[in-house]
């Protein structure tokens, strides 16, 4: 029977040969998605194995060098920017000729000597010297390998320093290893929702795919097996043909996939998640995973169109008996509200939890709920499709309405892989959203291309005066400046406590004038001197946003005697001006400043990195879900439309013109889809505000651009599916079809 099966799938027409390709390449697609999001999380760790080095301080959670066989190194690492990417600065000075060797340098770099990454090298041979290369003395003597990169495009610079230089200093510490432990991410509460949900979104699609592409044609495949019955063949050898018949298709389909893997791998390794592209490397499979998708996608394939008989009787005589499935009921909503209930009652004590396991938990109970959405989802299709009979005034309306009525499990199974994609990406866009605002909340920011730089912090002194006015002066006159603001302190010694405690009078002082050009305080006298509080530094100028607070003047205070705590330029926002003013301030003040120079943009990004890589998430959830869903939908309707194909010819022979059977197929699909897809949208809302109430969040709607975006995936597939699949309806109920029907 197995030798009959391959005949049958190889020379049983074009027909047959046409929907063995059909269902190979919608399993390859699946399969090639699947091997995709497989590599991901091992992918996203090795940039935290890469970025272990970075962690490196004076007692390591896994040294990677015996600290007993080493001489101390000093070490100070410092995040530099540049035209909105961040580099990763790093000043290094050798106690001794067995200091320990960061990963992906030969040798440490020496006095007035740089060990740079290759994008960085790319970066300061473009970029003009009094914008970049100015802030790093020496010369580029080392290229720094990838084990310490976590993606092609990361910027580092090494500085080599005699000891002299370093010793004392703000920030640098004395290390005999180089961390080696990878970095620890510490997911939030959300976080780990978010990786469980995002698992899901990434799964459930994707093996909706290649179930509807195993189960493409399994009308026609019934109507060839009667005919098989008729001569002789038992129930347990059909089954076996259909095993083998869908085995040849998904095999075919998961070696393709692998194929296909190999081939799109590159330009997925393009895709930044976490702040950084990837190598090509990263994204290798495991043998367990190959072996696992190799395996698991043909299993897969053969369930379904063993599953496709389930509901099938075929007779010596060879006449088909289709069971007819009972009627969706009510009880169709119990494993959805029971999923809902356990999810809502684990969810607080696992958002207090830490370990792997909670991921691992949340996996499941999330799963609980999606399988729920698919269970209720037949009962939504028949509630939409008895909707539309009833009010359906034309044909097309009609015919589509008794369809979803008779068969709503068919209906929804077309549509299933866009209403789960719908689901979790809402919730992962509110989430991403809500990251979002917490950054934004009313707050005035500093004007646009502002440069703030944060001298005086608990272990860095503030600059001395004369220097400090050099610097102003040096800064005024750069070309594109529009002010600068001078923030003085009365000690130079570093802050203790922070604002200094109340009744002590006003700890920083500074022009009027100035602070109205940048924004930072109101004043009433622009000619005044002025006294501010602390928290100008602790917290507007690390955070960009500008103060509110009245800066009242104050009598006897000299600004040029006072030591700097903080300088703000504003410029003309243009490029050069602000690296050039970046570079005076990093030339003058160095990595010994508590916080380097950063602009408007750059504190912005910062302070919404998270929000950031969850909206890349989203975003990214979003497209991949919507086009595997969208895949889904076109296999779906060619199969049922091949599985109808007698009726539809039918129809047309008995005077229903093509144009309204176009109509009928777009309104079974997309009636039901928009419908499901609003109280899918719902559901994922109503989740996502529970999760935020349980992590004391408020809620917050998703972004404006989310909306748009769903509204055109949604239709965007629509018309891709109705391109792809009226011409084969056209064709399918042609006169010259239909005579052999």
């Known amino acids: 029977m197995i030798w009959l099966a391959v005949r049958l799938a190889f020379a049983g027409g074009r027909e047959s040969l046409v929907r063995l390709v059909a269902t190979a390449v919608g399993v ?41 066989a080493t001489d101390p190194l000093l070490w100070r690492l410092s995040l530099d920017h540049y035209d909105g990417q961040v580099i990763t600065w790093v000043d290094v000075a050798a106690l001794g000729p067995r200091a320990p060797v960061p990963p992906g340098l030969a040798r440490l770099p020496g ?41 092609p495009g990361q910027l580092i610079v090494f500085v080599g320093h005699a000891p002299a230089q370093l010793r004392g200093q703000p920030w640098v510490i004395t290390v005999r290893s180089i961390e080696s432990a990878p970095i620890d991410v510490s997911l939030t509460r959300q976080g780990r929702l978010v990786l469980g949900i995002g698992v899901i979104a990434l799964l459930a699609p994707i093996l909706v795919l290649i179930a509807t592409a195993a189960r493409l044609s399994a009308a026609r495949r019934e109507q060839r097996f009667a005919a098989l019955r008729l001569v002789g063949a038992t129930p347990r050898q059909v089954r076996a043909m259909t095993a083998v018949e869908a085995a040849l298709a998904a095999i075919a389909g998961a070696a393709f996939g692998f194929v296909l893997f190999d081939l799109f791998r590159r330009y997925a390794a393009g895709v930044n998640l976490d702040g950084s592209t990837f190598f090509r490397s990263d994204l290798r499979l495991t043998p367990a995973l190959a072996l696992l998708v190799g395996l698991g996608v043909p299993a897969l394939g053969v369930t379904v169109a063993l599953a496709s008989l389930r509901w099938v009787q075929i007779s010596p005589l060879g006449v088909v008996r289709r069971a007819t499935p009972a009627r969706p009921s009510w009880r169709r909503l119990i494993p959805l509200a029971l999923g809902l209930v356990i999810f809502a009652a684990t969810l607080p004590v696992l958002s207090n939890s830490q370990g792997e396991w909670v991921v691992a938990v949340i996996f499941v109970t999330m799963g609980l709920v999606i399988a729920g959405i698919v269970v209720a989802g037949p009962l939504l299709t028949l509630a939409v499709g008895r909707l539309l ?42 989430f991403a959203a809500v990251s979002q605002s917490r950054y934004v909340g009313g707050q005035a920011q500093l004007p646009a291309g502002s440069v ?3 001298i005086l912090g608990p272990q860095t002194p503030a600059m001395d005066p004369d220097p400090a006015t050099a610097l102003l002066h040096s800064l ?35 022009r009027c004038s100035e602070l109205l050009v940048g924004r930072i305080a109101r004043c009433s006298d622009p000619s005044a001197i002025v006294g501010i509080s602390a928290d100008v530094l602790e917290k507007n100028l690390s955070f960009g946003v500008s103060g509110g607070a ?25 490029l050069g001006t602000i690296e050039t003013a970046r570079t005076v301030l990093d030339t003058a003040v160095g990595a010994a400043a508590e ?30 879900t919507l086009l595997i869903a969208g895949l889904s939908l076109a296999i779906s309707i060619a199969g049922g439309l091949i599985e109808r194909k007698r009726p539809f010819a039918l129809l047309r022979l008995s005077g229903l013109p093509l144009r309204d059977l176009n109509k009928m197929l777009l309104a079974e699909t997309a009636i039901p889809l928009l419908t499901i897809a609003v109280a899918s949208t719902g559901l994922g809302l109503a989740v996502s505000a529970y999760v935020l109430w349980v992590n004391h969040e408020s809620w917050t709607p998703p972004s404006a ?5 769903l509204a055109g995936g949604l239709l965007l597939a629509l018309a891709v599916a109705a391109a792809a699949t009226m011409p084969l309806l056209a064709r399918l109920t042609s006169l010259e079809t239909a005579r052999f029907e």
Do not use: C
């Open 389 to 430: 009979g009833r009010l359906a005034k034309r044909p097309p309306a009609l015919l589509a309405g008794r369809r979803l009525a008779d068969s709503p499990g068919a209906g929804f199974r077309a549509i299933s892989g866009l209403i789960l994609a719908v689901f979790v990406v809402t919730i992962v866009s509110e």
């Open 476 to 510: 005024a006159g750069i070309a594109g400046v529009r002010g600068v603001v001078g923030i003085r302190v009365r000690q130079r010694s570093p802050l203790v406590g922070g604002s200094g405690g109340k009744g002590l009078g006003p700890t920083l002082f500074a």
């Open 452 to 454: 703030a730089a944060v």
């Open 595 to 624: 916080f380097l120079p950063l602009t408007t943009a750059d504190i912005t990004a910062q302070n919404r990195q998270l929000g950031t890589e969850l909206g890349r998430i989203g975003t990214a959830a979003l497209v991949l």
């Open 705 to 709: 651009g989310y909306w748009p975006a």
């Open 28 to 68: 390859a697609l699946g399969a090639t998605l699947l091997l995709l999001a497989a590599v991901l999380y091992p992918a996203l760790h090795a940039h935290d194995v890469r970025r272990a080095w970075t962690a490196t301080s004076a007692h390591n959670v896994r040294p990677a060098q015996n600290p007993a």
């Open 550 to 574: 009245l800066a009242r003047p104050v009598r006897g205070v000299a600004l040029a005697r006072l030591p700097l705590a903080a300088v703000v330029v504003t410029t003309d926002g243009r």
């Open 111 to 151: 006095p007035g000597q740089l060990a740079v990454s290759p994008a960085m090298d790319r970066l300061l041979r473009a970029a003009p010297a009094s914008l970049l290369k100015d802030r790093y003395p020496g010369r580029v003597l080392q290229t720094i390998g990838n084990a310490a990169l976590a993606g």
